[in-house]
């Protein structure tokens, strides 16, 4: 059963507008929230994470929100650049493990 | 960027051949990890190791094995590669000493199983 979901295998969106990629989560004991990004032929790179204890955390252009209730997770680009165009992924882990939990992937188009 | 090599590149084998895939870090962490990536599924884990000679299993280990003999190289080895094992796989490392888990990925290795 896949514990991190990301429902929208595709997201297109116009350049300076804002762009949304959703996460879903099924396990409570998560408590520690990435988001990586990913270009054609290179290795995920990490972008902006969130503890349980925020419900927000912002980086320059990249904000993620969690939602502990709805066990839900976004990330919000604004404004959004043709560079952003990549596969992000969402990734949890909980705390104590060495190990990440991955969704599928999001691939973000921006266009001009 | 942190220092994680991945070797080879690409690779084209045929079924029932043993390959092995190399990773080497220049940063002294202490986990290394072996991911695949496809179509429709992630990243999924497949072995991860927590120190020199200390390996384990993760969400896809079945036809994978993996040593770590030395801190900066984490072996993954296809026994004998089955077309299903075609696929692009990671390396990733992490320090372990920090209560979050940021891990840190290698550029990547394309395999085919002919």
């Known amino acids: 059963d896949q514990q991190v979901k990301q429902n929208s295998p595709s997201l297109s969106v116009q350049e300076g507008r804002i762009s949304i990629l959703n996460c879903d989560y099924t396990?409570?004991?998560?408590?520690?929230f990435l988001w990586y990004k990913k270009y054609p032929a290179e290795g995920p790179t990490f972008l902006i994470s969130i503890s349980s204890i925020k419900d927000k955390n912002e980086d320059g252009r990249f904000t993620v929100f969690l939602n502990k209730s709805a066990k839900h997770l976004s990330l919000h680009i604004v404004p959004s650049q043709p560079g952003d165009s990549a596969v992000y992924f969402c990734a949890a882990t909980q705390g104590g493990s060495e190990k990440l939990v991955f969704g599928k992937g999001t691939k973000l188009t921006v266009n001009p | 960027d942190a220092g994680i090599t991945q070797s080879p590149r690409h690779k084209v084998t045929e079924t029932g051949t043993p390959v092995t895939l190399r990773c080497h870090q220049t940063?002294?962490?202490?986990?290394m990890y072996w991911y695949r990536q496809d179509p429709g599924h992630g990243l999924r884990l497949i072995h991860y190791s927590y120190g020199v000679k200390d390996t384990d299993k993760g969400e896809v280990s079945d036809g994978y094995s993996v040593s770590r003999s030395k801190t900066e190289d984490f072996l993954l080895t296809l026994e004998s590669a089955t077309s299903s094992q075609t696929s692009v796989y990671f390396c990733a490392i992490s320090t372990g000493l920090a209560r979050n888990n940021e891990q840190f990925f290698g550029p990547g290795t394309r395999l085919t199983v002919l």
């Open positions: 940063e002294n962490h202490r986990y």
């Open positions: 396990n409570s004991m998560f408590d520690y």
